[in-house]
């Protein structure tokens, strides 16, 4: 049924281009709702997503951009800024995490309108604030800066003196202890803002200009630099009364602005002890309609708690549930911490203690209904890529425990408050000293169980991605492949089964590599009764890992003559395996997309094997010019499930099987850290005759 809605939709979209290839270039506002005006880049598929839009059916809209996309109506640039807003409003951050390392394969001297630059520039700019969010302050920067670079050499020089990226780069800064830096960072936020305020001047520009301005005063204000605020409060008070003297004055604008202008200066005030001065403030912020949505209703009780005011705070905190149902929220980890302990910490203050006890009541609710949920996902994920009895028993031994854990102390927290709650008129300061200890008891349970999460979310994420990537594409074409109205000619099927191929040999090889997982995390040694000859044993591995086709580099084989005669006692499986895995390390790793910023060396990579016959042992070295791997690493590397780029794509196992494969055949993998024109693998094995 789904096929066929999405057949339906596609059969729609290209009638909408029919329509507004008619209307092309009609300026009468009877035109038609898919009228739309071709200047300098924005075309008819702009304006079918536009409308599209407008009935936030995301899904619907993320299938009409891929279908866009697949017929050519959409450039890369646009593709890239629609898909990813699209998968923000949706919650699905992580994917659009991915779709923004494309920016980095786009040639930007082939852009050629401005709505394309703009298209690029929008998206850089999500994927800044995106990481200051997720506090990757540091990456933040880069990518900015990285942005920057590349805007510069086509001649667009404003990247990091808009506002709002300036003021995004100056709070990483200020977060990450650069103050200075900040302060100039801030510095280029306000000239942008005066810059944009020559040409631009309407009450929307005002707006935009004003909230600029009040994250930096917030920014500061959380710091608790309170001698850094004042001015950029100032600035914002300008910006009002320039908004409230325009003729063009928007109310709705203006009761935004005093709203958040007002609950600044109340918390300011407040934090300094300046009580009179916060009352004035809060009171002027009450005022507002802005103050009266359930927005701020929620989000705006750090004031209240601040001053004192437990009961309004906990009154306000009322409306929570209707807010998180509102937005969508799930009641994970991070809004537990964010809503739901402050709303229980401003019960508790207001003494409103069964309201209390009813929200430990939600908490524990929730926890076990999140821990069943991520169970079942994992376990369905699990089954598919993870078949091996072993590591299946340790993963649910460690599910358990981490069930028991959030269980017993969320239990333990209960019982503790409901006996001080039944005891509470007999034993009031007794009481008080119980409600004390339950507090950091459920501190301490959150933060064990966020630590035991963060373990096993790892790993679940990491073959989650490598799974679910290849099946998503075999699930599309099998889809297009299963409806016979649907033409395909010979050479788009073609592509569809090579597709089809590559994506089955991918979750056929993460399989393999949990299987050889398996295998060498048994105490036994690996048999070797197998008679080849070291070179024999190269050709294969090349072989096995596809190095010989790869178009980005060039393979050396380099060999003393013994390696061609000497027939050695191995294990034929075990040998090539170890040394396919190693080759296909060095094939990713030499990639122009491995090196996400650094410098891409000009020309083919090199990949070189090379073969020694010792008195005891043989001796395989394989070195690249890929990126290489920091010294301090050369053991972490050979760790389960380790990556030092965790957005790379794979599981984190090669090199550790690799190694486990080697020594249970008596030999070893270790890294050369002395060779630092990229990575050099050294494999030893025993020389058996």
């Known amino acids: ?112 309108t ?80 005066y810059k944009r305020l020559e040409h631009h001047n309407g009450p929307l520009d005002l707006r935009e200009c004003q909230k600029t301005m009040n994250a930096i005063a917030k920014a500061y204000i959380h710091k608790e630099m309170f001698d850094k605020v004042e001015s950029w409060i100032t600035i914002q008070d300008t910006l009002y009364n320039m908004a409230a003297r325009d003729s063009r004055r928007d109310s709705v604008y203006l009761d935004e602005m005093s709203a958040e202008i007002n609950y600044s200066k109340a918390l300011l005030a407040i934090k300094q002890g300046k009580k009179k001065e916060a009352e004035q403030a809060y009171e002027l912020y009450k005022q507002t309609n802005t103050a ?114 959030r269980l017993v102390a969320v239990v333990i927290g209960l019982i503790v408050l409901t006996l001080f709650f039944h005891i509470y008129g007999m034993m009031r300061r007794r009481a008080y000293r119980k409600l004390d200890a339950t507090n950091k008891q459920l501190k301490l ?42 033409e395909i000619d010979k050479e788009e099927l073609k592509s569809i089964r090579k597709k089809i191929v590559e994506n089955t040999e991918r979750i056929t090889q993460l399989v393999d590599k949990m299987l050889d997982l398996s295998m060498v995390n048994s105490e036994a040694d690996i048999e070797c009764h197998d008679k080849m000859t070291p070179l024999d044993m190269a050709y294969k591995a090349i072989e096995q890992s596809g190095i010989n086709h790869a178009s980005h580099l060039v393979l050396e084989l380099q060999h003393e003559p013994e390696a061609q005669t000497t027939k050695i006692l191995t294990n034929q499986k075990a040998a090539v395996k170890t040394l396919a895995l ?48 920091p010294a301090e690493q050369a053991e972490n590397i050979f760790t389960e499930f380790v990556q030092i780029d965790e957005y790379t794509d794979g599981a984190g196992l090669g090199l550790s099987i690799a190694r486990s494969l080697a020594r249970h055949m008596g030999g070893d993998v270790q890294l050369d850290t002395s060779y630092t024109d990229g990575a050099r693998f050294v494999v030893t094995l025993p020389l058996r005759k």
């Open 1 to 112: 049924m789904t096929g066929l809605r999405n057949t339906q939709i596609l059969i729609a979209l290209l009638a909408m281009l029919a329509i507004a290839g008619c209307k092309k270039h009609e300026h009468s506002e009877s035109a038609g709702i898919y009228e739309y005006y071709e200047t300098d880049g924005f075309n008819r598929a702009d304006s079918i997503i536009d409308k599209i839009s407008d009935t936030r059916e995301y899904d619907y809209m993320l299938f009409a951009i891929d279908s866009l996309n697949n017929i050519g109506e959409l450039s890369k640039t646009k593709y890239l800024f629609y898909r990813t807003i699209t998968l923000n409003l949706i919650n699905q951050q992580l994917q659009s995490l991915k779709l923004y390392y494309q920016l980095d394969t786009l040639d930007l001297k082939q852009i050629k």
């Open 114 to 193: 401005q709505t394309d630059i703009e298209s690029y520039v929008y998206t850089y700019n999500n994927y800044v604030r995106m990481l200051s969010e997720m506090r990757r302050f540091d990456r933040a920067l880069r990518e900015a800066n990285k942005a920057d670079k590349r805007l510069k050499s086509i001649g667009y020089t404003t990247f990091t003196e808009h506002h709002d990226i300036a003021q995004i780069i100056g709070e990483c800064q200020l977060y990450m202890g650069e103050e200075d830096s900040a302060a100039i960072s801030f510095q280029k936020s306000l000239a942008g803002i």
């Open 292 to 405: 009266k949505l359930l927005y701020n209703v929620v989000n705006n009780n750090e004031y209240l708690m601040f001053a004192g005011r437990y009961a309004e705070a906990a009154r306000n905190f009322e409306r929570l549930d209707e807010f998180l149902l509102g937005n969508g929220y799930k009641c994970d980890l991070e809004n537990i911490g964010r809503y739901m302990i402050p709303k229980y910490r401003a019960n508790m203050l207001a003494g409103r203690r069964d309201s209390a006890i009813h929200v430990a009541n939600v908490v524990a609710e929730n926890y076990n209904r999140a821990l069943t949920d991520q169970k079942k996902n994992d376990a369905d994920l699990l089954t598919m890529v993870y078949d091996t009895e072993g590591k299946e028993r340790q993963i649910a031994e460690k599910e358990a425990e981490i069930s028991k854990q």
């Open 445 to 486: 349970a959150n933060e064990r169980a966020e630590e035991s999460s963060r373990i096993k979310s790892k790993f679940i994420k990491q073959i989650s991605h490598e799974v679910r990537t290849p099946l998503n594409v075999l699930s599309g074409f099998s889809q297009v492949l299963a409806y016979t109205d649907i």
């Open 582 to 629: 190693l080759l296909d390390n060095a094939k990713k790793f030499t990639h122009p997309l491995a090196y996400k910023g650094s410098i891409v060396p000009e020309g083919k990579a090199r990949v070189t094997m090379t073969i020694a016959i010792g008195h005891k042992q043989m001796r395989f070295t394989i070195e690249d010019t890929g990126i290489g791997i």
